[in-house]
């Protein structure tokens, strides 16, 4: 079961979801992403697949995202969240990232 969701985008178009479950989380590439030709992979950690990937923890290259130092401790003030919750910390504030991936909440 998944408790939270965010839309993963490339270039601004969906790519796949990145989901919160009760073993961890799940990362799928959208069908229609994958059929595109320009499909790009998400990260070198997760090359493009129509298998979902699974780890217990948050994927590294989603945990690359999240805001560090002063900025983290501004967000987790602003938003009043837990440092140690990569999910709600995606959520809110890796909306407008630097490079090609982007991240939309789902809730």
């Known amino acids: ?27 799928s590439y959208d069908d229609e992403y994958l059929a595109r030709p320009d499909a790009k992979h998400v990260s070198l950690t997760l090359p493009l697949s129509s298998t979902p990937y699974h780890s217990t923890t948050m994927f590294p290259f989603f945990d690359g995202l999240i805001p560090e130092g002063w900025l983290l401790l501004v967000a987790l003030d602003n938003w009043k969240l837990d440092s140690k919750d990569p999910m ?20």
Request: net charge negative; aromatic share 6%.
């Open 1 to 27: 079961m998944a408790y939270r969701k965010v839309l993963v985008l490339v270039h601004n178009i969906r790519a796949g979801i990145l989901e919160e479950t009760d073993d961890g989380y799940t990362f």
């Open 88 to 107: 709600g910390l995606l959520n809110v504030a890796c909306r407008d990232t630097i490079g090609a991936v982007t991240l939309e909440n789902m809730e």
